[in-house]
């Protein structure tokens, strides 16, 4: 499920479709999406791709810069390659 092009950033990131499918599943709840251990923030992403707000904890300072960062950049939102696949859920 990872894409070639995605740059791993965590040691235990998890990948981006991954992520997305698991919040398009019929029985994840609606509404804001929390990860307590946000990490490099790919969650964060998964959940911006879908249309959903999130909320992400991390204690290291580093892995923050890293998660604002792939949210602010743009070319990221897009580029996914499970783009328009398993997103039903979206409009949440």
Not at 12 to 27: D, F, N, V, Y
Not at 68 to 85: I, T
Request: some cysteine.
């Amino acid at each position: 499920m990872r894409t070639g092009d995605e740059v791993l950033v965590h040691p235990t990131q998890k990948p981006e479709a991954l992520m997305g499918w698991c919040m398009s599943l019929p029985w994840t709840p609606a509404g804001v999406v929390l990860d307590p251990y946000m990490g490099g923030g790919s969650t964060l992403v998964a959940a911006k791709l879908c249309g959903r707000k999130a909320i992400g904890v991390e204690v290291e300072e580093s892995y923050c810069e890293i998660a604002a960062n792939r949210l602010a950049q743009g070319v990221l939102f897009g580029s996914a390659a499970w783009e328009g696949e398993g997103r039903g859920n979206a409009d949440r």
